[in-house]
C-alpha cells in the first residue's frame, strides 16, 4: 500500500510543479475599482474590453465587475494595452498602459465613470460568461467555463452542479430525488434512461457546454419526470472547415476506453459525430445475504456467502446532419446509437437453517449476460421568421431499445436439496414513435407558446424457461406479454416580463390510453385510460442585475417503464426473486420550488428550498414467501410520499489559481403504506466539495470528496458512503493535447455496503464489499481550425413520461 502512495507521489511530483509555486504567478495581474464621478458609488457589473493597442479588435480580456465595483484579472505577456470600460448610461471609460517584465501588478486605484447626458440607442454588452446562470425555468451550469472540464468525465462535473448531487455509488438525485429524466440537447435519450452514471462517466465532460437543472419544467414538457429534468447540451457549435479529437482512458481495476469527435461545417452543410467505446473488466467482490424469518413458528435463516464480478464493452455513437435550407428554414437529422453487452458471473454458497439446525445446504454457481441497446432516429424541421425569436416546429422521432438476458444457475446440492441447472431467456424491447408540433411567438414583453404531441409506445418481452436434472422433474414454460400505450397531449403556455418581474404559466391536457396482453393466457388481458389536466406556474423577481428569487408549483406524473410492468420472473437465485407489476398506475405529484442564488464575478451561490407529495407512489417492497421460504420483490401503487428538502451551491474563485465548490442538500421524507402496514421517515443527504488550483505552465490540479447518507425508501435503508477523488493534467502542444492522471479512494481498496430490509416478519441484511481504490490515465488530443457557426434546431421532441428500470428482472428502479 506504501509502495502505491510513494508511485503515484513520485508520478505526480515529477509532471506537475510544486505546490509552492501555487502562490507566485507568472502571469500580470490587473486591478482596480470602478466608481460613479457625481454619488462616489461603485459601478457594478460594469463590463472591461482589454486589447493590444496595436490590434484593437481583438479582445484578450472581457470580464465585468463584481457587485461593488472590483475588477481583477491576468494578462499573459508584456506589451502596450487599452483598456475600454462601459456601463449603462455612462461615458465609456478608456484607459491605455503598459506591461512590462519589472513590474507583475498594475493596480488602477479608483477608476471614476461619468453619467452619460446623451440618449443612447441600443448598444450591446460583452463580458466573460458566469459560471451559473438563472432564468425564471432553469439554472445552467457552463461547463465551458469551468476549467476543469478539460480533464474530467460528465459525471464527475455534475456532482458540482447546483441541486444535483452524485453518491459514492454514482447514483444521480435531483433534488435528493431518483425521479427526474435527462435529457441530451433538450431530446430524451434511452441511452441515459436505462443507465446514465456509466453513460456520463465515460462522456468528456470538454464534449459538454451546459448542464441545465429545470427545476419547474412548464406546459410544453410532458407532464412525466417529477423531480425536474437535467439538460445535458452537447458543444454542438461547428464552423467552416473542421475541428475534432481523440481521447484514452485507462484505470487499475480494469476499465478502458477510447473515443473520437469529429465536427465540420461546409457552406449550407454541418455535421457532428461523436463515437466512444469502453470496457469494464471488473475484480471478484465478495457479498454476504443474511435473512431472519419464521415458519409455523419455528425461526428460520438464510446465510448466503459468496463472491461475484462482471465485465464486458459499451459503446455509444451519435450523428447529427444539419442543412439550412435557407436564412429562415432548417432541417436537422439525428441518429443516436449504443449497445453493450454484460457478463456477471457468480459463486456463493448458500446454508439455510430452522431453529438453528442445518436443514439445507447447496452451492450456487450463475452466470448472466446482458446484451442491449437502443437506436434513436429523430428528424426536424424549423421554421423561423423576421420576427425574432418566433418559431414553428415539426418533429418526428422513433426510437428501438432492445434488453435482452440469459440467466444461468447451476445448483450443486450439499445437504437436502437437489442438482439441476436452469436457463432462462428474456427478449423484450420497446419500440416508440412520436410525432410533435411546436410553435413560439414574442409579444413585446410577453412570450406565448402552443403545441401538440403523440406518442405510441410499444413494449413486449417474451420469456423462455429451460431446466435440466431436476428433480421433481418440471417442463418447460413460455410467457409472451405486450404492453402497448396510446399517449396524445396539447399544451399552452405563457411568460412575461417587465422590469425585474418576471412570470411563466402554462396548461397541458395530456391522456394515456393503454393495453395490456398476455399471449398465451387471454384471460388476464386488460386495458385502462387516464386523462389529466397538468398546470404549472413560476414567478420571479430579481433583486439586482446578480440576485434573484424564484417561486415555483407544478404537478408531474411518472408512468411506470416496462420493467417496473413486465411480469417476468427472475428465479435465478431460487431464495430471492423479483418480478414487475402490469397492473401499475401512474403515479402523481404536486411539486412546491423556492429559490435564491447570487452571482458575481467571485463568488457564485445559490440555494433552494422544495416540498413535494405524492398520493400513490410507487414503492418497491419485499416479501416473504413462507411456502417456499424465499423473498420476493416486486412493485405496487402502495405508498403515500412527502419530501422537504434544502440544497446549497458554493463556488468561490478568489483568485485566478485558486477555486472552492461545494455542492450538497438534505432532506426530510416520510412514507407510508397503509396496503403493507409499512412506515419510514427521516432524514437523507448528499454533500460534495473540492479545489482547483491553477498551476503555471497550463498545469491543473484537483482535490474533491464526499458523503452520502441513507437515504428514505420504505422498507430498505442503504449505509452511509464517503469517498474522495485527485487529477493533475497538464497541456502540451499549444493545448492540443491533455494529459491527465487520476486516483480515486487511495486510503481505502473496498468499500462496505450494506442494505437492509425488514417488516414485522422478516429481516434481511445484504453486504457487498466493492472495489473502490483506482488510478489511472486519461489522454486526448484536439485538432482542426474553424471559421464561422452553423446553426441548430432550437426545439425538438422530449419523451420524458415514463419510468426506466435497470434492465433485467421485474425491472430495478432507477437510482
Not at 55 to 76: K, M
Not at 164 to 173: A, F, L, P, R
Not at 300 to 308: F, K, L, T, Y
Not at 713 to 726: E, G, K, P
Request: glycine share 8%; net charge negative.
Amino acid at each position: 500500500m506504501k509502495q502505491t502512495f510513494h508511485l503515484i507521489a513520485l508520478v505526480i511530483l515529477a509532471t506537475f510543479p510544486a505546490f509552492s509555486q501555487i502562490g507566485k504567478p507568472t502571469d500580470f495581474i490587473i486591478k482596480g475599482q470602478v466608481v460613479d464621478s457625481i454619488s462616489d458609488e461603485t459601478v457594478p457589473y460594469a463590463t472591461l474590453r482589454i486589447t493590444l493597442t496595436e490590434t484593437p479588435d481583438n479582445a484578450v480580456r472581457l470580464l465585468a465587475c463584481d457587485l461593488d465595483g472590483n475588477f481583477e484579472t491576468t494578462i499573459l505577456d508584456a506589451g502596450n494595452y487599452t483598456m475600454t470600460i462601459q456601463s449603462v448610461g455612462k461615458t465609456n471609460l478608456v484607459r491605455t498602459f503598459t506591461l512590462s517584465e519589472g513590474s507583475k501588478t498594475l493596480n488602477f486605484g479608483t477608476l471614476y465613470m461619468n453619467d452619460q447626458n446623451e440618449l443612447l440607442g441600443e448598444i450591446t454588452i460583452t463580458a466573460q460568461k458566469p459560471l451559473v446562470r438563472v432564468e425564471i425555468d432553469k439554472l445552467t451550469y457552463s461547463l465551458q467555463d469551468d476549467p476543469e472540464a478539460l480533464t474530467s468525465n460528465t459525471l464527475d462535473m455534475l456532482r458540482k452542479v447546483p441541486m444535483v448531487t452524485v453518491d459514492g455509488e454514482d447514483n444521480i438525485q435531483l433534488k435528493g430525488s431518483s425521479n427526474y429524466k435527462i435529457y441530451i440537447n433538450g431530446k430524451p435519450s434511452n441511452l441515459l434512461s436505462n443507465n446514465p452514471s456509466d453513460v456520463l462517466k465515460s462522456m468528456p465532460a470538454n464534449t459538454v457546454k451546459d448542464i441545465e437543472v429545470i427545476t419547474d419544467p412548464g406546459a410544453k414538457y410532458d407532464a412525466e419526470g417529477i423531480g425536474g429534468i437535467i439538460n445535458i447540451i452537447t458543444d454542438r457549435k461547428t464552423f467552416d472547415g473542421y475541428t475534432g479529437s481523440v481521447r484514452a482512458n485507462a484505470s487499475s481495476i480494469g476499465r478502458w476506453g477510447t473515443g473520437a469527435y469529429l465536427s465540420l461545417k461546409a457552406g449550407k452543410f454541418g455535421a457532428t459525430a461523436n463515437a466512444n467505446y469502453n470496457y469494464n473488466n471488473g475484480p471478484w467482490d465478495e457479498a454476504l445475504l443474511e435473512r431472519t424469518s419464521s415458519f409455523e413458528d419455528t425461526p428460520v435463516s438464510v446465510i448466503q456467502e459468496g463472491r461475484s464480478r462482471g465485465r464486458g464493452p459499451f459503446q455509444y455513437g451519435n450523428l447529427e446532419l444539419s442543412y439550412e435550407i435557407d436564412t429562415l428554414n432548417l432541417l436537422t437529422l439525428g441518429v443516436n446509437r449504443y449497445a453493450g453487452g454484460y457478463k456477471n458471473k457468480t459463486e456463493y454458497d448458500v446454508k439455510e437453517f430452522f431453529a438453528d439446525e442445518l436443514n439445507s445446504h447447496y452451492l450456487r454457481n450463475g452466470e448472466t449476460k446482458n446484451t442491449y441497446g437502443s437506436t434513436d432516429l429523430s428528424l426536424d424541421y424549423q421554421r423561423s421568421t423576421t420576427k425574432k425569436d418566433e418559431l414553428f416546429t415539426v418533429s418526428y422521432r422513433f426510437s428501438n431499445s432492445p434488453d435482452n438476458s440469459e440467466n444461468i444457475s447451476d445448483i450443486i446440492s450439499k445437504l437436502n436439496y437437489y442438482d439441476y441447472k436452469q436457463n432462462d431467456k428474456n427478449d423484450a424491447y420497446t419500440n416508440e414513435h412520436t410525432g410533435q408540433i411546436d410553435y413560439t411567438t414574442p409579444l413585446e414583453s410577453h412570450t406565448i407558446e402552443v403545441g401538440g404531441k403523440y406518442i405510441l409506445r410499444q413494449s413486449n418481452s417474451e420469456t423462455e424457461r429451460l431446466y435440466e436434472g431436476f428433480n421433481p422433474i418440471t417442463l418447460p414454460t413460455l410467457e409472451k406479454f405486450a404492453h402497448t400505450q396510446h399517449i396524445y397531449s396539447a399544451y399552452a403556455g405563457h411568460a412575461f416580463k417587465a422590469g425585474n418581474f418576471g412570470t411563466k404559466v402554462g396548461l397541458r391536457a395530456e391522456g394515456t390510453s393503454l393495453d395490456v396482453q398476455y399471449k398465451l393466457t387471454p384471460e388476464q388481458n386488460f386495458d385502462n385510460t387516464y386523462f389529466d389536466i397538468v398546470p404549472n406556474a413560476t414567478v420571479s423577481y430579481m433583486l439586482s442585475m446578480a440576485q434573484q428569487f424564484r417561486l415555483g408549483y407544478n404537478m408531474r406524473i411518472q408512468r411506470p417503464g416496462i420493467w417496473y410492468l413486465n411480469p417476468y420472473i427472475n428465479q435465478v437465485d431460487p431464495k430471492n426473486i423479483s418480478y414487475g407489476n402490469p397492473n401499475l398506475d401512474s403515479e402523481k405529484s404536486h411539486n412546491f420550488n423556492l429559490n435564491y442564488s447570487m452571482f458575481s464575478q467571485k463568488l457564485n451561490m445559490n440555494a433552494s428550498a422544495s416540498y413535494s407529495f405524492v398520493d400513490n407512489s410507487i414503492e418497491e417492497y419485499t416479501v416473504i414467501n413462507e411456502i417456499e421460504q424465499r423473498s420476493e420483490r416486486t412493485y405496487g401503487n402502495i405508498g403515500k410520499r412527502n419530501n422537504v428538502g434544502l440544497f446549497g451551491y458554493v463556488n468561490w474563485r478568489p483568485t485566478t489559481w485558486y477555486n472552492f465548490y461545494f455542492n450538497g442538500g438534505a432532506n426530510y421524507t416520510e412514507i407510508t403504506s397503509v396496503a403493507r402496514s409499512l412506515s419510514n421517515s427521516g432524514f437523507s443527504g448528499n454533500v460534495y466539495a473540492g479545489m482547483t488550483f491553477n498551476l503555471p505552465k497550463s498545469s491543473r490540479v484537483n482535490f474533491g470528496g464526499g458523503l452520502s447518507t441513507p437515504r428514505i425508501a420504505l422498507q430498505s435503508q442503504r449505509s452511509t458512503f464517503n469517498f474522495h477523488s485527485m487529477n493533475a493534467s497538464k497541456d502540451f502542444l499549444d493545448k492540443k493535447l491533455t494529459v491527465t492522471l487520476f486516483a480515486n479512494s487511495l486510503f481505502a481498496e473496498r468499500r462496505k455496503f450494506e442494505t437492509t430490509t425488514s417488516d414485522i416478519n422478516f429481516s434481511m441484511k445484504n453486504t457487498n464489499y466493492w472495489t473502490v481504490r483506482d488510478f489511472g490515465i486519461y489522454v486526448s488530443y484536439r485538432f482542426g481550425s474553424l471559421n464561422s457557426s452553423i446553426r441548430k434546431i432550437s426545439r425538438g421532441i422530449t419523451n420524458d413520461d415514463s419510468i426506466q428500470g435497470e434492465g433485467g428482472s421485474g425491472g430495478q428502479q432507477q437510482q
